[in-house]
């Protein structure tokens, strides 16, 4: 059984920095993504960043480019989004992701994925 578990959301300033992680257990496969959402209240989930099992494809929505990165450790079956230079538009529940290697979940289609966590929480305001 696959479980996503997220953590590292909080509450920060505008401009500052966070770190989500996302552990994964259950879920194999050398052709995968794991990938970011968010969702603030009233708002469409929107896709964030996404990387592939190997490290080497990356995608990000517009929106984050230059701001976020999203990285992964395959020895500790871990996902991270570092997010930098936040903004309070940036402020949403974060889930983390994990689907099969189409170019539909490259894009952040979300329904291609098949697995999801429950979420942290990411607030910035001053």
């Known amino acids: 059984q696959v479980h996503l578990v997220e953590s590292g959301g909080g509450s920060v300033q505008p401009g500052g920095s966070l770190r989500l992680s996302c552990k994964a257990s259950?879920?194999?496969?050398?052709?995968?993504?794991t990938a970011w959402f968010r969702q603030a209240p009233g708002k469409t989930r929107e896709g964030v960043a996404v990387?592939?099992?190997?490290?080497?494809?990356?995608n990000y929505a517009d929106s984050v480019k230059g701001r976020f990165t999203i990285s992964q450790d395959n020895a500790q079956n871990t996902v991270y989004l570092q997010m930098n230079s936040l903004k309070p538009e940036d402020a949403a529940m974060y889930y983390c992701?994990?689907?099969?290697?189409?170019?539909?979940?490259?894009?952040?289609?979300?329904?291609?994925?098949?697995?999801w966590g429950q979420g942290t929480q990411v607030t910035v305001s001053s």
């Open positions: 992701a994990a689907g099969p290697g189409t170019w539909l979940a490259f894009f952040l289609a979300a329904a291609e994925y098949n697995y």
């Open positions: 259950g879920y194999t496969g050398s052709n995968n993504y």
């Open positions: 990387i592939h099992t190997n490290g080497e494809r990356t």
